[in-house]
């Protein structure tokens, strides 16, 4: 009996350890939303080179500190985009044209962006508006930006091919590609402002970002990266592009696309994207000089949001939850961010002097918006040196529906959820205006 007791003691106590280990374990994986404990790491600076020397002059920020920042960022984060990619000859096919879209006002085209011969290789469906007003003569700005669910979803006219999407047949099968529903026609339609940003004058391009990559681990063998696994590795190198690098080499073949359109004026495209694809965005914008502009919207922890704060989605929280996102040797910094040799704001930094947009949204706190604000405003000192306004503030903008700090560094925050609406396109459109010299602006 006395035995018995013991063993049933024992039992419970290590039942006991066990359960507070879970409860610990659940409570460090629960997201800090109080800022007293965000953690005290003050700013990096991007004009201290890594061997502690300040950088005074434009010619040494391009010559040492950009280098150094954009291989940085390469090997430790994003990964740097294989040599072998360059072999990738992409081939355009035109699979519609209606001239007659948004009742007359723009030219809608479909193009086949092939990346192999294979069939059923990787391919890029773009979905293209001009304005029926743009010409040769007199070419339009563009905005070119990955969706999540298919071109179909961008607007709800039925000539639009419906996309394909990954998702699994049944419980604890491999996601399979389908071809979208009817049904989701038009379902992002108040993301994209199609008829908007036409009558303001400008060209948009979109395509699916699963075309590119499907979001998920394992999604690699249907991809781009894939393509270049010809010695059979089955992965890239630790320091090769993750799927986020991968979508945002599919922007540059967008932008290739659009230079051989004489309607649009392909030195002045922005790119957009929101969420992942806002990070997608920023860092197309960084290895793509020929984006004019880039726009960030809500992109939170790994685009405009300073990892050293913990307050909302962390880098271990996003590296576990989306491994395939980085390069493998991000792994290294989950919960360990006072590691990393850079932060967010030397990032949107590697961008200057060009305009750049982060845009955040009050309720989205994952995302971390004050993060989001200081990631911008931590690349000012950049843009200052090289010879451009910078951001405009110092201090955190009130909320606002249309507010907009309109420097060639752009700073907003609106009222509401994790989200594109009309508003945001308005400050897109105006932001554009002023920095692409357009419209009435
Ligand atoms: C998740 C993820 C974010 C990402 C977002 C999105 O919330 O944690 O990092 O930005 O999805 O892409 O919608």
């Known amino acids: 009996m006395r035995t018995n007791a013991r063993l049933r003691a024992a039992a419970m106590a290590l039942a006991m350890i066990a359960s507070a280990a879970a409860t610990a374990g659940a409570q460090s994986d629960q997201a800090n939303y109080d800022e007293a404990k965000v953690g005290n790491f003050p700013p990096l600076d991007p004009l201290t080179t890594a061997d502690g020397k300040k950088v005074t002059t434009p010619e040494t920020w391009g010559k040492v500190r950009w280098p150094e920042l954009l291989r940085l960022f390469e090997t430790e984060m994003y990964g740097r985009i294989p040599e072998a990619a360059r072999s990738i000859r992409p081939t355009y096919q035109v699979r519609s044209e209606d001239s007659n879209a948004l009742g007359g006002k723009a030219i809608r085209r479909e193009v086949t962006i092939r990346f192999t011969s294979d069939p ?3 391919r890029m ?9 743009a010409s040769a003569a007199a070419p339009a700005p563009a905005f070119v930006g990955l969706n999540f669910g298919g071109n179909q979803t961008v607007d709800p006219d039925p000539g639009i091919a419906l996309g394909r999407t990954w998702t699994r047949p049944g419980k604890g099968l491999p996601r399979e590609r389908h071809t979208a529903a009817e049904k989701s026609r ?13 009558d303001r004058g400008y060209a948009l391009a979109t395509a699916h970002y699963e075309d590119i990559e499907p979001d998920f681990d394992g999604g690699y063998r249907y991809s781009v990266r894939a393509l270049l696994d010809r010695d059979g590795k089955g992965r890239p190198a630790p320091d090769e592009w993750g799927a986020i690098g991968a979508w945002a080499w599919g922007l540059s073949r967008a932008l290739d696309y659009l230079e051989t359109v004489p309607e649009v004026d392909a030195n002045k495209v922005a790119v957009m994207g929101h969420s992942r694809l806002g990070k997608t965005a920023l860092w197309a914008g960084v290895i793509e000089r020929r984006f004019a502009l880039v726009i960030s919207n809500n992109s939170g922890c790994g685009g405009a949001a300073l990892s050293r704060r913990i307050f909302g989605e962390t880098v271990g929280r996003m590296n576990r939850s989306f491994p395939h996102w980085l390069c493998a040797n991000f792994q290294k910094y989950s919960d360990r961010e006072a590691d990393l040799p850079f932060d967010q704001n030397e990032l949107i930094a590697l961008i200057a002097p060009r305009p750049v947009l982060v845009c955040s949204a009050d309720e989205d706190l994952w995302a971390d918006p004050k993060g989001e604000f200081l990631g911008a405003l931590g690349a000012d000192p950049v843009y200052r040196l090289l010879g451009t306004d910078g951001l405009a503030v110092r201090q955190m903008p009130r909320t606002s529906r249309d507010g907009l700090v309109n420097s060639t560094i752009g700073y907003r925050i609106r009222p509401g959820k994790h989200d594109v609406t009309p508003d945001d396109w308005e400050a897109y459109l105006n932001f554009a205006d002023r920095h692409f010299h357009h419209g009435s602006q």
Do not use: F, H, N, Q
Request: net charge positive.
């Open 120 to 122: 059923e290789g990787p």
């Open 186 to 198: 038009g379902t992002a339609a108040s993301r994209w402002a199609v008829e908007r940003i036409i």
């Open 125 to 133: 469906d773009l979905l293209v508006y001009l304005p029926k007003r």
